[in-house]
């Protein structure tokens, strides 16, 4: 009998800065095999609890404009300043080892990828409960200067209007909650048939055994 595979997905998470995706997406690796996150490169300084190769690959401008003309990235965007972008080769290496990936990137970069591969994407909007409960949680996450908080309050308004772009849309009001949800889609989008590869010959055989 045919062994019943599946194409890997690419599952997309956005959100205005502090709205939770960072940790929904820690949660997902923990509890999911077949799962792989793509680490970005930034330009962006490193903040004090983050791990260069962990968190990101920090490099600095000129490093990040060779990578763009050897065409290393499958997306990348400038965000508050500072440049973004999606290493290619980890991502074809992992969607053909049969694992899928996970990315939390911004919607620029959503937006690259959807027109590359709009069939193996997945994307989920995470939205804030409300934007005083976005600045508490830029303030007690404790990671950035006042300057670049209000800074990316500012910028929040405009990422909250790219909801209508994503498949999905989840309000992270609890954190086990939005976890559950998120999982809960990732094994629903699994299960898409054309996602299951050699699904006709195996209802065939079932069918019509030899
Ligand atoms: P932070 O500086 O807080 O880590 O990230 C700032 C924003 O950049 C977040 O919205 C994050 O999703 C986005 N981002 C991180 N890596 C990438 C990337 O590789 N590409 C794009 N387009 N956005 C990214």
Redesign the pocket.
């Known amino acids: 009998m045919k062994n019943l595979t599946r194409r890997g997905l690419m599952l997309i998470l ?4 502090g709205a939770g ?2 940790t929904i997406v820690n949660a997902l690796l923990n509890s999911e095999t077949h799962l792989k996150t ?1 680490i ?3 330009t ?1 300084e490193k903040r004090p609890n983050e791990v260069d190769g962990r ?2 690959y920090f490099v600095t401008p000129e490093e990040f404009q060779r990578r763009i003309d050897a065409e290393e990235f499958f ?3 400038e ?2 300043e ?1 440049h ?3 290493p290619k080769q980890f991502v074809m290496d992992t969607l053909s080892s049969g694992h899928d990936v996970v ?4 919607w ?3 937006q ?1 990828i959807s027109q590359a591969a709009r069939d193996d994407l997945v994307t989920i909007f995470i939205l804030p409960p409300s934007l005083a409960e976005l600045e508490t949680r830029l303030r007690t996450r404790n990671q950035d200067s006042a300057e670049i908080i209000s800074h990316r309050m500012r910028e929040a308004s405009a ?1 909250l209007s790219h909801w209508p772009e994503y498949n999905y849309v989840v309000t992270n009001h609890d954190i086990n909650d939005s976890v559950a949800t998120v999982r809960s889609i990732l094994h629903a989008e699994r299960h898409r048939r054309k996602r299951q590869v050699g699904l006709a010959d195996f209802v065939n055989h079932m069918r019509h055994p030899v």
Do not use: H, L, W
């Not at 956005?14 to 800065?17: A, E, L, N, Q, T």
């Not at 990315?103 to 911004?106: G, K, S, T």
């Open positions: 956005s959100s205005p800065s995706k960072t793509s970005s490169v930034t962006r968190d990101y997306e990348y965007a965000v508050f500072n973004y972008g999606t990315f939390d990137i911004d620029q970069g959503t690259q990422e």
